[in-house]
């Protein structure tokens, strides 16, 4: 379907499409409606309902799933004598993989246990279940999904119970994103995430309620004692993401013009917001993480695991960001593998910030090696870039607490490095870096599989 063409269809009084053009003739039928028929597509039948009742012309954005595959278009809905007409302008399919996300959101991708895709009107279009029903306990999640693919004309979060909202549904995604839920059937807390995928739909991640701590949202702890920064990871973290994605969500709204024209100048300013934003939350993150590993009671889940798919997975993720700065990153192929004993999203948190320092700090047109080896008894991953290296002095300090070596005005927090070693040793491993070329090599060792 055009972009820039528009497409037409006619609706009667019953809200059955008796006209329209090929392309929509065609969603239609794909998503199993007939012509004549009622519409097949829940938010637009739902839109054309509120346009016919209202007698107001209206217009939304709005996501389908076209032949299994996320899409969104604008739909403006008029009233006729009859009935109504309906036009669909600015087609375009919303993209097989991840949206551009911050690391700590990349985490939870990787780590849901159930992963829906909702339309602008939080209606489910797919769900894929991510555990099996032996790693559930129950089945719980498993008839939660297929509720939500055998009636996809309702609002997702009207299936669950949302702990502390007593509000009618569906909430504007930013009041419910990141809100405890319950699952009917399951002994479990969960807890769902609601990340804008631009402006057609969302993605939902639900997880496990103890996974928060991943993002520092984890439900909170009491504790006798109280650092600064354990209070601002424990208590002020899930409070201030809110309004910091909010800031961030509506610069990036001005500053792609979806709001209306706006001049070169002032959209500038929005893009800076909203990087300002990001570096501010990024920070809020990674002492929400401080928090986490410093906590008394921090015990990682080892599990059984590849450190050379890790490696792959975290190239994979930060694959567009090193083309930016046109960095090559070369990491073990399909076929090389290194059993290792380890949790699986601490060990990708670890590699996604030594990658990413790689890239920020290595310089462009470069490459960044990903290395794994080991045997039985130990396994090792290891991230080379070809910048300046580390002198002895930096190399001593390059792990302590707030250590920016020297660096100004790159978002940094100066923890990263910090939480990886933390993490690394909870795991019975640790992270150094060697001092034996040019560059900078962080390697990460963990038991091998005979220590499991």
Same mark, same amino acid.
């Given at each position: 379907?055009?972009?820039?063409?528009?497409?037409?269809?006619?609706?009667?009084?019953?809200?059955?499409?008796?006209?329209?053009?090929?392309?929509?003739?065609?969603?239609?039928?794909?998503?199993?409606?007939?012509?004549?028929?009622?519409?097949?597509?829940?938010?637009?039948?739902?839109?054309?309902?509120?346009?016919?009742?209202?007698?107001?012309?209206?217009?939304?954005?709005?996501?389908?799933?076209?032949?299994?595959?996320?899409?969104?278009?604008?739909?403006?809905?008029?009233?006729?004598?009859?009935?109504?007409?309906?036009?669909?302008?600015?087609?375009?399919?919303?993209?097989?993989?991840?949206?551009?996300?911050?690391?700590?959101?990349?985490?939870?991708?990787?780590?849901?246990?159930?992963?829906?895709?909702?339309?602008?009107?939080?209606?489910?279009?797919?769900?894929?279940?991510?555990?099996?029903?032996?790693?559930?306990?129950?089945?719980?999640?498993?008839?939660?999904?297929?509720?939500?693919?055998?009636?996809?004309?309702?609002?997702?979060?009207?299936?669950?119970?949302?702990?502390?909202?007593?509000?009618?549904?569906?909430?504007?995604?930013?009041?419910?994103?990141?809100?405890?839920?319950?699952?009917?059937?399951?002994?479990?807390?969960?807890?769902?995430?609601?990340?804008?995928?631009?402006?057609?739909?969302?993605?939902?991640?639900?997880?496990?309620?103890?996974?928060?701590?991943?993002?520092?949202?984890?439900?909170?702890?009491?504790?006798?004692?109280?650092?600064?920064?354990?209070?601002?990871?424990?208590?002020?973290?899930?409070?201030? &993401?809110?309004?910091?994605?909010?800031?961030?969500?509506?610069?990036?709204?001005?500053?792609?013009?979806?709001?209306?024209?706006?001049?070169?100048?002032?959209?500038?300013?929005?893009?800076?917001?909203?990087?300002?934003?990001?570096?501010?939350?990024?920070?809020?993150?990674?002492?929400?993480?401080?928090?986490?590993?410093?906590?008394?009671?921090?015990?990682?889940?080892?599990?059984?695991?590849?450190?050379?798919?890790?490696?792959?997975?975290?190239?994979?993720?930060?694959?567009? &960001?090193?083309?930016?700065?046109?960095?090559?990153?070369?990491?073990?192929?399909?076929?090389?593998?290194?059993?290792?004993?380890?949790?699986?999203?601490?060990?990708?948190?670890?590699?996604?910030?030594?990658?990413?320092?790689?890239?920020?700090?290595?310089?462009?047109?470069?490459?960044?090696?990903?290395?794994?080896?080991?045997?039985?008894?130990?396994?090792?991953?290891?991230?080379?870039?070809?910048?300046?290296?580390?002198?002895?002095?930096?190399?001593?300090?390059?792990?302590?607490?707030?250590?920016?070596?020297?660096?100004?005005?790159?978002?940094?927090?100066?923890?990263?490095?910090?939480?990886?070693?933390?993490?690394?040793?909870?795991?019975?491993?640790?992270?150094?870096?060697?001092?034996?070329?040019?560059?900078?090599?962080?390697?990460?060792?963990?038991?091998?599989?005979?220590?499991?």
């Amino acid at each position: 379907m055009s972009a820039i063409v528009a497409v037409t269809g006619q609706c009667d009084a019953a809200d059955r499409l008796i006209e329209a053009d090929e392309a929509l003739a065609g969603l239609q039928t794909r998503c199993g409606g007939d012509l004549p028929g009622v519409l097949a597509v829940p938010a637009l039948l739902a839109l054309v309902r509120h346009t016919r009742v209202s007698g107001v012309a209206q217009s939304r954005i709005i996501g389908a799933l076209d032949d299994g595959k996320p899409v969104g278009f604008l739909a403006s809905v008029t009233p006729v004598a009859g009935g109504t007409h309906i036009e669909l302008s600015q087609w375009r399919l919303m993209g097989d993989g991840l949206p551009d996300a911050a690391p700590a959101d990349v985490l939870l991708y990787q780590t849901a246990a159930l992963h829906a895709l909702l339309d602008t009107d939080q209606r489910v279009l797919s769900v894929d279940l991510r555990v099996p029903d032996s790693a559930m306990g129950d089945r719980a999640l498993a008839d939660l999904a297929a509720h939500w693919r055998a009636d996809r004309d309702n609002v997702w979060s009207r299936s669950v119970e949302l702990v502390g909202v007593a509000h009618r549904q569906p909430l504007h995604w930013r009041l419910i994103d990141d809100t405890a839920i319950r699952i009917p059937g399951s002994a479990q807390m969960w807890r769902a995430r609601l990340l804008p995928r631009g402006d057609v739909g969302f993605d939902l991640l639900i997880l496990p309620d103890a996974i928060g701590d991943i993002a520092g949202t984890a439900a909170p702890r009491a504790e006798p004692e109280q650092s600064w920064s354990r209070m601002i990871g424990r208590d002020l973290a899930p409070a201030l &993401r809110q309004p910091i994605n909010r800031i961030v969500a509506n610069a990036e709204t001005i500053r792609t013009r979806l709001a209306g024209p706006l001049v070169d100048e002032y959209a500038g300013y929005a893009a800076d917001i909203a990087e300002a934003g990001r570096h501010l939350l990024a920070l809020v993150e990674d002492l929400a993480d401080l928090d986490a590993v410093e906590a008394p009671e921090f015990n990682p889940a080892p599990d059984r695991i590849d450190l050379s798919d890790c490696g792959r997975r975290a190239a994979g993720i930060l694959a567009m &960001r090193a083309a930016e700065r046109g960095i090559t990153l070369i990491s073990p192929n399909e076929d090389h593998t290194i059993p290792a004993t380890g949790e699986f999203r601490r060990v990708l948190q670890i590699l996604l910030n030594l990658i990413t320092n790689a890239i920020r700090y290595g310089p462009e047109r470069s490459s960044v090696q990903i290395e794994t080896g080991g045997n039985a008894q130990t396994a090792w991953v290891a991230v080379s870039d070809q910048g300046a290296g580390l002198s002895a002095d930096q190399a001593a300090h390059v792990f302590d607490k707030f250590e920016r070596l020297g660096r100004t005005g790159d978002g940094g927090s100066g923890l990263g490095l910090y939480i990886s070693r933390r993490l690394a040793r909870a795991m019975g491993g640790d992270l150094v870096v060697a001092q034996d070329g040019p560059g900078a090599r962080f390697v990460l060792t963990l038991p091998g599989r005979a220590n499991a």
